[in-house]
């Protein structure tokens, strides 16, 4: 039987628009098992998971369960746990770091603050600091989300993690399991998706220069869908490829006919001043195939299709 992964990519589904969004990422270490919603059901305590769930709602924020690559003994509650916040906003990136064998201080954060880019309280409540480390590469592992996540996204971890490259965790969830093996890199937050060991390798490398790789990649997570795959066609149009360069500034819903799918109208900022206007439209991906190896129902997964890509005069600027 196939995979949700294997008939996405037999079909080609496209890729461009599909990251999960989060201006702001918080990943706690918990070992062990994960379920399929690992905030309240891993050994981390549900109740402190379905608080956590609460408080960072409407904020901007991410929470996700992180763990080293390898086997992953039932051992309970590890004596000190890492606590990663990354913020992924363009001209305000950024990645602190701590440890706590307490985690319920996490509940003390301003998940607010933290959304908007501010880890002053990350840093007072938990003795933060910036993460001098190499880039965070997470790479989704669960099964019991999408079993696709674990055939493919556990190899890719220990491949990684044998072969020496720093900064790999195991993550819960990244969202599109049907693009497995799915990854995200901090501290920029472009998500990828199908990712192979070379493949991270390049992208790692290039996050260490400053420099977005597009090859594979599902988009930012700062932006919504609409402006991630409009970011990443005018990435394209202008061979731009700095991390910080460009910023999602407006996203309008365009004139369509009515019973039409949505369309947008996403302008796209330089920060030497460019700007360009995209029109994105929504796709259905077809034939109808399985959205998650969970479900044996049928569906057309809605697509970011970039229609045209403009760039602004200074006249129309103005206007």
Known sequence: MSTCATVSRSLDEPISGTAATARTWLLVEQP????????TSSHLDPA????????????????????RPGRHADCRTPAVRRIYAAHTVPGGTWVRTATT????????????????GDHRAFDTVLQGGPHTGAPLALVCTNGKRDRCCALLGRPLAAELAASGVEGVWEVTHLGGHRFSPTLLV?????????????????????VQEGRIVVDGCRGSSAWERPGQAAE?????????????????????????????APRWEVTVAHADGRCWRVLVAQGASEPP??????TSVLGAPARMDVVAVRELTPAALAS
Do not use: M, N, Q
């Open 32 to 39: 062990g098992p994960w379920g399929a919603r690992a905030l």
């Open 48 to 67: 402190l998971g379905r608080a956590l769930e609460a408080a960072a709602k409407g904020t901007g924020v991410r929470i996700a369960l992180i763990r």
């Open 101 to 116: 064998d307490d985690p319920g201080r996490l509940l003390d954060l301003d998940f607010a603050a933290l959304g908007r």
């Open 186 to 206: 901090l501290p920029y937050g472009y998500a990828y998706g199908r990712a192979e060991a070379h493949g991270v390798k390049e992208v790692l490398h290039a």
């Open 232 to 260: 990443l066609a005018v990435r394209r149009a202008a061979r731009e490829y700095t991390a910080d360069a460009l910023s999602v500034v407006r996203t309008e819903s365009a004139v369509r006919a009515a019973g039409a």
């Open 289 to 294: 195939r399985p959205e998650s190896c969970g």
